[in-house]
C-alpha cells in the first residue's frame, strides 16, 4: 500500500521529464474540479440565502395566519373571536385589524394605497424594524394628528417626507354629491422599507382608532384577525387548529397560502439552480478520463518496469486511481478555497449587487450550509473516483513484454 501512494504522489508532482502537455492537461483537469465544486457551493449558498432572506422578510412583515369574514368584509363580536383564538395553543399573539382601499395625498401628489388599522402600540408583525427613516409611532403628535407610518415606494410616489401632513381619503364605491369621501388627516412619522414592491408601494399603517372612524366601523368590529404563532416552524400546525376550531362564516388563512407566488419562486430556485450548476462537476470530473488516460500513456514503459519486477495489475490499478484522487482532491481543496474567498467577499464588500425591484434585496445574500460541503466534497470525489477506474484499468492491463519490446 505504501509503495502505491508512493509512486502514485511522485507521478502526481511531476518530473523533469514529463511532458508540458502533460502538466497542462492536469493543471487543466484541477482547475476543471475547483471550479465546478466552488460554482456549485456559490451557487447553493445565494439560493440558501435568498430563501432566508426572503422568507425572513415576508415572515417578519406579515401576520402568520390570518382569519376572515366569509360572508363579508366585517368580522363582528372580534373580540369574542380574539378571545378564542387566543386559547388555541401555539398562538403569540392575536389581533383585530381594520382594512381598507384609500387615497392618500400629500402637498405634492397622491396615490392609491391599502391602510390597516392596528393597536397604537404596534400589530403583531415585525414591521417596526423594517422602519428606516423616522420612527415607529402610531400615537398622536404635536400637531394633534394621529400618526401614519408608509413604505418608501409610496413615501416617494407622493414625495411625502417625514413630519409631512397627509390626507387620507376613504371612497365607498363611486363619490357622488350624495357620497362624499370621508377624510382623516395624518401625520407622516416613519418610512418602512422591506425591498419587496407589494409591501412597499401599497401598504400604510396607522392606529386602528382612527382608521375606524375613517371607515365607519363601529365597535367591537374587524376587517380580519392577524395571528402570530410563538414558533415560526409550526405556522402550518396551528393554522391547521385555528382552521379547525373557527367554523363558518370564518376564513383562516397562513401567510404561505397569501404569499405562495413568492415562496413557489424561491423553492424554484433552490431545486433547479443546483442541479443547473451541478452539471459543471459532472464534466469535471468525467474530463479526468482523459487526463489520466495521457497519464498512462506518457507513462506506459515505467508500467512495464514496474511489471516486470513484480508489481501486480492490482498494484498499478491503484497507482493511477490514487492520481486521479489527487487531481479531485487538489481541485475540490481549491474550490472550497474559492467559495470561502467570495463569501468573505460578498459579506464584507457586497461585490454582486441587486436589483431590489426584481429581486427583493439590494445584493446576493450567502448563507453556506456545512451539510453543502459535505455532499458537495463527498459526491466529487466519488465522481472523480468513477472517472479515474476506466484508464487505471487500462493501464493494469499493459502488457510489459508488449510495452518494452515497443519501438524496436
Known amino acids: 500500500m505504501k509503495f502505491t ?42 439560493v440558501h440565502g435568498f430563501k432566508s432572506t426572503i422568507n425572513e422578510k415576508i415572515v417578519g412583515f406579515a ?169 415560526t416552524g409550526q405556522i402550518q400546525e396551528v393554522y391547521s387548529l385555528i382552521r379547525d376550531q373557527t367554523s363558518f362564516p370564518y376564513v383562516t388563512e397562513s401567510i404561505y397560502q397569501r404569499y405562495r407566488n413568492i415562496f413557489a419562486w424561491v423553492d424554484l430556485q433552490e431545486e433547479t439552480i443546483p442541479l443547473v450548476i451541478g452539471v459543471m462537476i459532472i464534466v469535471a470530473a468525467f474530463n479526468l478520463i482523459g487526463t489520466v488516460l495521457m497519464m498512462v500513456l506518457e507513462r506506459v514503459k515505467d508500467i512495464g518496469i514496474l511489471k516486470t519486477i513484480g508489481a501486480k495489475s492490482k498494484a498499478i490499478r491503484q497507482i493511477f486511481l490514487l492520481e486521479g484522487l489527487f487531481v479531485a482532491f487538489s481541485g475540490l481543496i481549491m474550490g472550497i478555497a474559492i467559495s470561502l474567498l467570495f463569501y468573505w467577499l460578498q459579506i464584507t464588500y457586497e461585490i454582486i449587487p441587486l436589483s431590489e425591484e426584481n429581486y427583493y434585496m439590494s445584493t446576493a445574500p450567502v448563507e453556506p450550509h456545512m451539510l453543502d460541503f459535505i455532499i458537495v466534497s463527498t459526491v466529487t470525489i466519488l465522481l472523480c473516483a468513477l472517472a479515474s477506474w476506466l484508464p487505471a484499468r487500462v493501464a493494469a492491463k499493459t502488457d510489459p513484454v508488449k510495452v518494452l519490446t515497443f519501438g524496436k
Open 5 to 46: 501512494w508512493y509512486i502514485a504522489g511522485k507521478y502526481f508532482k511531476g518530473n523533469k521529464r514529463e511532458s508540458r502537455f502533460l502538466s497542462f492537461i492536469k493543471i487543466m483537469a484541477i482547475g476543471g474540479v475547483a471550479i465546478g465544486s466552488a460554482g456549485l457551493l456559490i451557487a447553493l449558498s445565494i
Open 63 to 231: 401576520p402568520h395566519i390570518t382569519v376572515n369574514s366569509y360572508a363579508s368584509d366585517t368580522i363582528n363580536r372580534a373580540d369574542t373571536l380574539q378571545a378564542h383564538i387566543s386559547n388555541i395553543p401555539g398562538v403569540a399573539q392575536v389581533q383585530p385589524v381594520i382594512l381598507g382601499q384609500v387615497m392618500v395625498q400629500s402637498t405634492r401628489d397622491v396615490s392609491g394605497t391599502v391602510i390597516k388599522g392596528v393597536h397604537e402600540q404596534g400589530d403583531v408583525t415585525n414591521l417596526h424594524t423594517y422602519v428606516t427613516r423616522g420612527t415607529y409611532d402610531l400615537s398622536v403628535q404635536e400637531s394633534g394628528l394621529p400618526g401614519i407610518i408608509l413604505g418608501t415606494a409610496l413615501a416617494r410616489t407622493i414625495g411625502a417626507e417625514i413630519g409631512d401632513r397627509v390626507t387620507l381619503y376613504a371612497i365607498d364605491e363611486l363619490p357622488t354629491p350624495f357620497n362624499t369621501p370621508e377624510i382623516q388627516q395624518f401625520t407622516l412619522t416613519g418610512i418602512y422599507q422591506t425591498g419587496i414592491s407589494r409591501f412597499d408601494d401599497n401598504f400604510a399603517l396607522a392606529n386602528i382608532e382612527s382608521v375606524r372612524n375613517l371607515f365607519d366601523f363601529g365597535p367591537g368590529k374587524a376587517s380580519a384577525m392577524e395571528i402570530n404563532v410563538i414558533d
